[in-house]
């Protein structure tokens, strides 16, 4: 079974080509210059669609797909969401990771498990885990060199730097 990932949607049309406006949902917007195809999710099926031109204009990324080149034939495709499959997702740099990888993974703290990753935010200065620890509550730890010790994509675990900066007891008087 083919995984796909989420890059953008279609917000509207542009001009009277098929060309179509594009919200990048997408880390890396420039991967769109070199996208030769995708796919939308049409009565419950991903469809493969082909990429005929990509552009800029502004501060809005515009499109065509290949068969749908009047405004007539474009218009089936607004606020469809744009996918692509493990194939076409954007190569990381190291020590870099699609969400995806991350959510479901083990959390580890002092050689022990604390909890599952299921979330990740996207917050201005950084990225946020948001961790359901073992006990029931949730964490949240910055996704910082600080905090994160490594990620072992293989075995899906992420290590926390040694120590108890995460945490507070509730019996500690100040």
């Known amino acids: 079974m083919t995984d796909y990932y989420l890059i953008g949607k279609i917000t509207g049309q542009f001009g009277k080509h098929g060309f179509l406006k594009i919200e990048c949902y997408s880390d890396f917007p420039e991967r769109f210059r070199n ?41 089936f495709l607004i606020n469809k969401e744009l996918f692509v499959d493990q194939d076409n997702l954007v190569k ?20 022990v498990q604390i909890g599952v990753i299921t979330d990740v935010l996207n917050l201005p200065a950084n990225d946020v885990y948001v961790i359901k620890a073992e006990a029931g509550e949730e964490l949240m730890i910055p996704a910082v060199k600080m905090f994160i010790e490594k990620f072992d994509s293989e075995s899906k675990i992420l290590y926390l730097t040694p120590g108890d900066q995460f945490y507070t007891d509730e019996n500690d008087e100040d």
Request: charged letters at 30%; aromatic letters at 12%.
């Open 92 to 111: 990381l740099p190291a020590d870099y990771y699609f969400v995806h990888d991350l959510i479901g993974s083990a959390v580890h703290r002092n050689g």
């Open 35 to 75: 996208l030769k195809e995708s796919y939308i999710l049409v009565s419950g099926n991903y469809k493969k669609v082909f990429v005929d031109k990509v552009r800029r204009e502004n501060d809005s990324l515009i499109i065509r797909l290949k068969g749908f080149e009047s405004p007539e034939d474009s218009k």
